[in-house]
C-alpha cells in the first residue's frame, strides 16, 4: 500500500488526503478507542502510534484493523511492508524477528552465566 493509494481512500471518504484523515476528530476518536498502553511487539510504553493492520475497513475502523505500536517498531512495520508489498501479518512477522533476537540474547547472558560459574 503507498501513500498515492493511501490518499484515494481518504479522498473518496471525504478527506483531502491520508495526512488529513489521521490529523481528524474521527482518528482522534479511533485513538481514544482503540490504542493500548503498550507496543504489540516490543510492549514498551513510550512513543504509541496506531497502526491499520489493514484498510478494508478504511473510515469505519474494526478492532481487529488496528493495532498499537511504538515509534521504531512501527517504523520497522512499514519498511518491511516497503521491501515486500505485504501489509497483513507485517506486525506479527516484526514481532516474531524480535522475539527471536530477545531468546537469542537470553541464551548468550544465560551462557556466559554459566562460564563464569565454572
Known sequence: MNIEH???????IGYKS??????????????????????????TNSRLDLHHTTY???????ATDLVTLCRPCH??????????????????TVKRQRATRMGKRRKKRAKRKRKQKS
Open 6 to 12: 493511501m490518499n484515494l481512500l481518504a479522498r473518496g
Open 18 to 43: 491520508y495526512a488529513a484523515y489521521l490529523r481528524s476528530d474521527h482518528w482522534r476518536e479511533m485513538q481514544a478507542k482503540w490504542k493500548q498502553a503498550h507496543c504489540f511487539c516490543c510492549h
Open 75 to 92: 517504523d520497522k512495520v512499514h519498511a518491511l511492508i516497503a521491501r515486500t508489498g505485504l501489509l497483513e501479518g507485517a506486525h506479527f
Open 56 to 62: 478494508d475497513h478504511f473510515g469505519n475502523e474494526w
